[in-house]
């Protein structure tokens, strides 16, 4: 099988389309000591809809009891930006902010593809 057949993306033509518009962000930050659940359910709370996201996970990291990652894929960095303006999303960051401690390093990515990006 051809590896094209595998990881169709790996065509050049189509991988270029698509890094031309897509933004990604994956960042890890840990609640205030046993207040990870509680920030889980703000960080998940009306992201559904949000204009331009196509991915938003919200995953616990295994190896510490009060950290979080957050991977989000959009249609563009400027989409991004105006999610930050959206009155639920506002409001959840006011909800979060007391129940974190840190913010890890947040590393901007430039997505091509994968399973749930359409």
Known sequence: MQATALYPLRDTARCEAYTSFMYGLIGKMTAATGQREALTTILLEGVAG????LSYIVA???????????????????????????????????????????????????????????
Do not use: N
């Open 60 to 118: 616990h990291d295994p190896a510490d009891a009060d950290a979080i990652w957050v991977t989000e894929v959009w249609t563009d960095e400027a989409a991004h930006r105006a999610s930050l303006q959206i009155p639920e999303v506002k409001a959840a960051i006011r909800k979060g902010m007391p129940l974190i401690a840190t913010f890890g390093d947040a590393q901007v990515t430039t997505p091509v593809g994968g399973v749930g990006l359409g």
């Open 50 to 53: 949000m204009p331009g996201c």
